[in-house]
């Protein structure tokens, strides 16, 4: 299986600020025939099922707000909130769909410094 | 617009087993194959299997390999997850969620409780 590493763990951001989320695959997923990168990443609040925020590493799910943004490629991968709002505060998990076996990161938790 | 619900909250002893569902509309069903991923108390998401769109092929996760069944309907627009010999480490919340690549859109999900 692909294991997806994420980090931190943990982060706390102050409103308005940068955060910043790592997400590490141990293998390449990145497929050739088409040049696209098969990572997804999703929010979840607490009691509320996960909610797709980017796919293909760097597409925006529609309705997404900008301040969301994905980036990399191959085996590194980045979720970037560029101005935390109130809203934001939740786990966030990267995906691989390289596999049919998809796997998720542990989670990054978001709070408010 | 893409609805997936699923089926109520289940209380089940040891031993027992559960099948719960995901009933799909505002899409052609039999054009996505779902995933199904579960979320114990306080965890982080776990991948348990995929149905594809027409319902002949499955890929299960090998923890799971055994005891787990993913079904569809297409008559009726319905997922099903069967969980056979619970533990108490199958407490958790279960989801659907429709392939599109991606699992693009997920249910409510539904909390399987196992207690004796």
């Known amino acids: 299986d692909i294991v997806m590493t994420q980090s931190p763990d943990s982060l706390a951001v102050s409103l308005g600020e940068r955060a910043t989320i790592n997400c590490k695959s141990s293998?390449?997923?990145?497929?050739?025939?088409?040049?696209?990168?098969?990572l997804a990443w999703y929010q979840q609040k607490p009691g509320q099922p996960p909610k797709q925020l980017i796919y293909?590493?760097?597409t925006r799910e529609s309705g997404v707000p900008d301040r969301f943004s994905g980036s990399g490629s191959g085996t590194d991968f980045t979720l970037t909130i560029s101005s935390l709002q109130a809203e934001d505060v939740a786990v966030y998990y990267c995906?691989?769909?390289?596999?049919?076996?998809?796997?998720f990161g542990q989670g990054t938790k978001v709070e408010i410094k | 617009q893409v609805h997936l619900v699923q089926s109520g909250t289940e209380v089940k002893k040891p031993g027992a087993s559960v099948k719960v569902s995901c009933k799909a509309s505002?899409?052609?069903?039999?054009?996505?194959?779902f995933t199904w991923v579960r979320q114990a108390p306080g965890q982080g998401l776990e991948w348990m299997g995929w149905?594809?769109?027409?319902?002949?092929?499955?890929m299960y996760a090998q923890k799971l390999q055994g005891r787990v069944t993913l079904t569809s309907d297409t008559s009726t627009a319905t997922a099903y997850m069967e969980l056979r010999s619970l533990t108490s480490d199958d407490t958790a919340v279960y989801y659907c969620?429709?392939?599109?690549?991606?699992?693009?859109?997920w249910g409510q999900g539904t909390l399987v409780i196992v207690s004796s």
């Open positions: 293998q390449s997923l990145l497929y050739s025939s088409n040049n696209k990168n098969f």
């Open positions: 995906q691989q769909y390289y596999t049919t076996q998809r796997t």
């Open positions: 505002g899409y052609t069903f039999s054009n996505y194959g």
């Open positions: 969620a429709r392939v599109n690549y991606y699992d693009d859109y």
């Open positions: 293909w590493a760097s």
């Open positions: 149905i594809s769109a027409n319902g002949d092929n499955t």
